[in-house]
Nanobody, 123 residues
Framework: QVQLVESGGGLVQAGGSLRLSCAAS????????MGWYRQAPGKQRELVAK??????????DYADSVKGRFTISRDNAKNTVYLQMNSLKPEDTAVYYC??????????????WGQGTQVTVSS
């Protein structure tokens, strides 16, 4: 069984910062990618940032709306991915979900999601 547990959401004023964490646990053989998505009320879930494993190098991709403000990083030893969010804007308000594309020892399932953490940015 694989679990993703998120933390770090909250309420912040515009221009402020938050750091989200997502820790993966369970029977994990290998990560292909880990990332963050968000869903605002009435909108579809969208990719925020993703870090993909490419041999000895990780590749990061960002939504255009967060480039230069958000940074995704990974601690391989802790199976944890982080999202540092700076210069937050009210339009960043959403539920943020951690996602992992991984290979498990005990399941053929590849795609896993966290429970979501609320980020609210006040103007």
């Amino acid at each position: 069984q694989v679990q993703l547990v998120e933390s770090g959401g909250g309420l912040v004023q515009a221009g402020g910062s938050l750091r989200l964490s997502c820790a993966a646990s369970g029977s994990i053989f290998k990560f292909n990618a880990m990332g963050w998505y968000r869903q605002a009320p009435g909108k579809q879930r969208e990719l925020v940032a993703k870090i993909t494993s490419g041999g000895s190098t990780n590749y990061a991709d960002y939504a255009d709306s967060v480039k230069g403000r958000f940074t995704i990083s990974r601690d391989n030893a802790k199976n944890t991915v982080y999202l540092q969010m700076n210069s937050l804007k009210p339009e960043d308000t959403a539920v943020y979900y951690c996602n992992a594309d991984l290979i498990s020892y005990t399941s053929s399932k590849r795609d896993y999601w966290g429970q979501g953490t609320q980020v609210t940015v006040s103007s």
